[in-house]
């Protein structure tokens, strides 16, 4: 049965995982997400360099799924509840007809 791999390439049977380009691709990534704020997701060589210290402008978005999922969260512990492994499954309502 064949198999997809990195990139979207389909294995036939016999032929390797990984070409050495999925391999130089892979390594890309590593190396671009090495280089990548674990916060913003920006590249740290400039985002951290001195003459960019003005050069980002920042807009406040809401998720309204994290804001129903802080909330819940917040109304339980609010009773006093232990959110030791709490995990928080959201799903979306359906659409209300008018």
Sequence with gaps: MPRSVFMGR?????????????????LALLEVEADSCPECG???SE???????????AHLVRCHACTA???RVRAYQDKNSNTDGL???????AKRRG
């Design 10 to 26: 389909v294995v036939a049977e016999g032929e390797p995982l990984w070409l050495a380009e999925d391999r130089q691709w892979a």
């Design 87 to 93: 995990h928080v499954h959201l799903e979306k309502r």
């Design 69 to 71: 999922s802080a909330q």
């Design 42 to 44: 920006q590249p740290w």
């Design 47 to 57: 985002a951290t360099d001195a003459k960019n210290e003005e050069g980002y402008t």
